[in-house]
């Protein structure tokens, strides 16, 4: 039987939606403000995926919310597991089919997308042995 293979590209602004909802889902909301900067990378090349965020915190003036100028920015990474977790949420929340039992990864592709890689192999992770007649 093959193997199937799914890949789910998000932007970065999609991840930060799934990151969001993630932590508001584990009571952890990130800080209030607007997020200047945001993307992939790894730590080194072949290792775990991790999404860094700079939120510069928002300052309330009456009702109008305007952004500190002297507020130094909130810098926040969201490693592997976490960042899965975030990404498989925001897929189910919107019925984005993702097979259980697929083996998932993270992957960066090029322009700064951030890939959820779902794997289904029937086999396990070895082929079976050739059958002699």
Sequence with gaps: M???????????????????QYQRRL?????????????PEYYAEGQEVRFRLTIVPDHVQGKRV???Q???????????????????????????PLPAGADKALQIFAGGQLCLVSTMNP??????QAVST
């Design 2 to 20: 093959p193997t199937e293979m799914r890949h789910l590209l998000f932007r970065p602004t999609e991840v930060v939606q799934a990151i969001r």
């Design 27 to 39: 009571g952890l909301a990130l800080p209030a403000g607007t997020v200047q900067s945001c993307g």
């Design 66 to 68: 305007v952004a500190r």
């Design 70 to 96: 002297t507020v130094t920015p909130e810098e926040m990474t969201i490693e592997g597991p976490a960042l899965a977790a975030a990404l498989i949420l925001y897929c189910r929340d919107r019925h984005i």
């Design 123 to 128: 086999w396990g992770k070895e082929l079976p």
